[in-house]
């Protein structure tokens, strides 16, 4: 259902007015602010019509021609052409497009790479790594052990913000991980694959990329891929790549191509969302033309337009700058008793739409930080440019520095309002 719906037209307002006002209500949120936070993406009405078709209807347990049910002829053609079109998207071989999340991607990929308590290495969550590569409060730190390598926090050196890659080919000979995770949630900064897979081959390491963010950088060639080099490529489809909330799990490899499959099911799902395999088909459809290959440069321009912008107006960046579609705001050097929390609630009352996020060498709780995340992805959908990066933070400078005075975010936000108007969402 397209968000222009109006109420007369969707079937929730006739059955479920309590609901539908809220569904509206937020529509209305979405098309009146800017979406900045750097996960997000806002998905065309074909993604959209996909997940809200019959295709919710049906247990579909099992893979194309080996299912459990019967009627599922028409579900091994739709799943076959989501896992064909990911393979030509990311020219790799084996693809399994069941995953509900990023979460359950990732943890299919151990639950196929790794017995309880083996060792395995990543980033820490408050270093810009996820909950899912090692957290004692999920699975993936609950069952398995990580061992976190440390970005550079030398202040000194021009690398600072960056991986230590010296200190993970270091740490890799010392702990011998079966896994080395690379891949993040909040790090600014191309990653280079190949030096991963080399200090994975220098330990008998398996490499696991985790591209949720870049996933639609790398399909469209602004990132390096990391096929060639990763044994085993986990993703999210709702990022970036402008598909429906979901998972992917990739790899060349024949073998671990069936460990993964028998992981996701039966090993930790049941039956597959079907109709968000039709919409993630859809969306991997829009990948592969190449109008979403000027998309995706155009995310990473406007990265660059807006750290350039921030930096110009005085503002500090973790790692000094973006190579993608996100910018660290480390709040610290300028504003040393300001939260991210707070700054995060002050720009959402200028309607700018962003989240806390932790930086390197943080010293607050998760709950509370030192730095804003921002990204351009779902800002690039709407048809946003460099030159209005730089009106956006100037506002988001504005607002920082207003001490969260009520009436610069009042006139900001109407401003964001009159602007917004003139990009109307995707339908
Ligand atoms: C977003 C993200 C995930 C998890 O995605 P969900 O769909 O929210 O479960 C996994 N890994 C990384 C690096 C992410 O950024």
């Known amino acids: 259902m397209s968000t222009t719906t109006t109420p007369t037209q969707n079937p929730i307002a ?56 019967s009627g599922t002829g028409f579900y091994d053609e739709i799943e076959q052409l989501a896992i064909d079109r990911a393979c030509e998207l990311f020219s790799c071989k084996f693809a399994n497009v069941q ?23 990543s980033v820490v969550l408050s270093e810009g790594g996820h909950l899912t590569h090692g957290s004692p409060v999920n ?47 909040a790090y600014p900064r191309t990653i280079d694959f190949k030096r991963f897979r080399e200090i994975a081959d220098s330990c008998g390491a398996l490499l ?39 998972g992917l799990i990739m790899t060349n490899d024949p073998e671990l191509a069936k460990a993964i499959n028998k992981a996701v099911f039966p090993g930790c799902q049941g039956g597959p969302l079907m109709h968000i395999i039709a919409a993630k088909a859809v969306s991997f459809g829009e990948a592969l033309k190449p109008q979403f290959k000027d998309y995706a440069k155009r995310i990473v321009a406007n990265g660059k337009a807006l750290a350039a912008a921030l930096t110009k107006r005085g503002q500090k960046l973790s790692s000094g700058g973006t190579d993608n579609h996100l910018v660290l705001v480390d709040l610290r050097p300028n504003f040393p008793d300001l ?68 009436a610069t975010a009042k006139t900001i936000r109407a401003d964001i309002a009159a602007l917004c108007a003139k990009f109307p969402m995707p339908h």
């Not at 993406?41 to 209807?57: D, I, K, R, Y």
């Not at 995953?99 to 290495?121: E, I, V």
């Not at 440019?385 to 988001?396: K, P, T």
Request: hydrophobic share 35%.
């Open 14 to 69: 006739a059955t479920d007015p309590e609901i539908w006002q809220l569904v509206d209500a937020e529509s209305k949120r979405q098309a009146t602010t800017l979406e900045m936070i750097a996960s997000e993406n806002h998905v065309s009405a074909a993604v959209m019509a996909a997940m809200g078709s019959c295709l919710t209807n049906k247990y579909a347990e099992g893979y194309p021609g080996r299912r459990y049910y």
């Open 99 to 121: 995953p509900h999340s990023g979460a359950n991607a990732n943890f299919a990929a151990f639950l196929a790479l790794m017995q309880p308590g083996d060792t395995f290495m």
């Open 139 to 185: 699975v993936s730190g609950l069952w398995f052990k990580p061992v976190h390598y440390p970005l550079v926090k030398d202040e000194s050196r021009k690398d600072c913000g960056y991986i230590d890659y010296d200190e993970v080919a270091r740490l890799a000979k010392e702990c011998k991980p079966k896994i080395i995770m690379c891949g993040y949630s």
């Open 208 to 246: 696991v990329s985790d591209i949720a963010h870049i996933a639609g950088l790398v399909a469209a060639g602004v990132h390096p891929t990391p096929f060639g080099h990763a044994h085993v490529v986990t993703t999210t489809t709702h990022k970036t790549l402008r598909g429906p909330r979901g």
């Open 339 to 406: 939260t991210g929390k707070q700054a995060a609630t002050w720009l959402e009352n200028a309607g700018i739409v962003t989240n806390m996020n932790t930086v390197p060498n943080e010293q607050r709780s998760p709950l509370q930080t030192s730095g804003v995340r921002l990204g351009t992805p779902a800002l690039t959908t709407r048809g946003f440019n460099e030159s209005h990066m730089d009106q956006i933070a100037g506002w988001i400078d504005r607002v920082l520095r207003s001490n969260g005075n009520e």
